[in-house]
């Protein structure tokens, strides 16, 4: 019986359920705890990169609109596919390679590589040359709707509407 107690799964379920307890309690003894402990944090910006429209270039706000629409719409479609390829995937990596009802599981060497950071690591190490180099990744482009500024507000960094 412990067993079934100790699956992820469960052990998920019955932190979520103490967890609600805890809220429902904390509710009742202090109900704006709950709201302070719920505070959003703050999303760090990137700097824009180089390349940029100039402002005599940029597309009209209706065309930025449905660019933006249709960005976070195919966003939250790959985040969708995403999570059905992963549970799916859970399923296929543990099978061996066969047929499978209408189905041919199999496998095939990658042609991508990637650098070895262990072994890296290992032979700066070796020559003393210190940690590794590193650099940032390209920042992720990120849209949400907002509420439309008054006329007459800034819009831009200095431009006014």
Wanted: charged content about 25%; overall charge positive; aromatic content about 4%.
């Amino acid at each position: 019986m412990l067993h079934l107690l100790m699956r992820p799964r469960t052990v998920r379920t019955v932190r979520g359920l103490i967890g609600t307890l805890a809220d429902a309690a904390r509710s009742i003894v202090s109900p704006a705890a709950l709201v302070a402990d719920h505070t959003e944090p703050a999303v760090a910006e990137a700097a824009d990169p180089a390349g940029l429209y100039e402002p005599d270039e940029i597309p009209a706000t209706e065309t930025i609109e449905a660019a933006a629409r249709e960005y976070e719409r195919a966003a939250d479609q790959a985040r969708r596919a995403d999570r059905g390829k992963r549970a799916a995937k859970k399923v296929l990596d543990k099978l061996p390679a066969g047929i499978y009802g209408t189905w041919r599981v199999f496998r095939t060497p990658s042609s991508r590589q990637t650098p070895d950071l262990a072994a890296i690591t290992a032979t700066y190490k070796r020559l003393g040359l210190g940690p590794v180099p590193m650099k940032p990744c390209a920042p992720s482009l990120k849209v949400e709707l907002v509420e439309v500024a008054p006329v007459g507000t800034e819009v831009l960094a200095g431009v006014a509407a």
